[in-house]
């Protein structure tokens, strides 16, 4: 069996008048994301993790925040059109496991439809992704409340 694993990163600043965003779900909060696209945290974690699996970049090689076709992109689809090359190249997600970091909003209420609207995109059961949340204990600019981050990891597993 030839399977692999990749890891993804990122992290954006909190601002006012802009929706906070995680995993495609919207989250009652007063800040939110700044960033080229919807700056959905999670999602770009776990684009990067299925990006790094294969040795294919990173989610700025195929959506460059310089390019403005990219403004204001709804995340979930950039995660779609990234599950398609994995895709296409025989490969199939065994599991993903995330952490958000965060002092605020508390995320516990919105895990299950996180979970779920995930599941829907990468066309997986929802026991398959695994969404924790945590916070900083006030320590760095998660901790300080200026920003979200958000760490995955993905096993695929060769279909040939």
Do not use: C
């Not at 700025?60 to 689809?77: I, M, N, R, V």
């Not at 599991?95 to 979970?115: C, F, G, M, Q, S």
């Not at 695994?130 to 096993?155: D, F, S």
């Amino acid at each position: 069996m030839d399977i692999r694993i990749g890891n993804g990163y990122d992290i954006h600043r909190l601002v006012e008048d802009r929706p906070l965003i995680l995993g495609g779900v919207l989250i009652p909060h007063k800040k939110g994301l700044l960033g080229h696209s919807d700056a959905d945290v999670l999602s770009h974690a776990i684009t990067d993790a299925l990006l790094g699996a294969l040795s294919l970049g990173d989610i700025g090689t195929y959506f460059p925040p310089s390019d403005p076709q990219w403004a204001g992109a709804d995340s979930l689809k950039l995660l779609a059109q990234v599950h398609q090359m994995v895709r296409d190249r025989d490969w199939a997600i065994i599991n993903i496991d995330t952490v958000v970091v965060a002092e605020r909003p508390k995320l516990k209420p919105h895990i299950a439809e996180i979970r779920s609207t995930l599941a829907q995109v990468l066309k997986v059961a929802p026991d398959r992704i695994g969404i924790k949340a945590t916070t900083n204990e006030k320590l760095g600019p998660t901790g300080r409340e200026e920003g979200i981050a958000a760490y995955a990891v993905a096993l695929v597993v060769s279909q040939k």
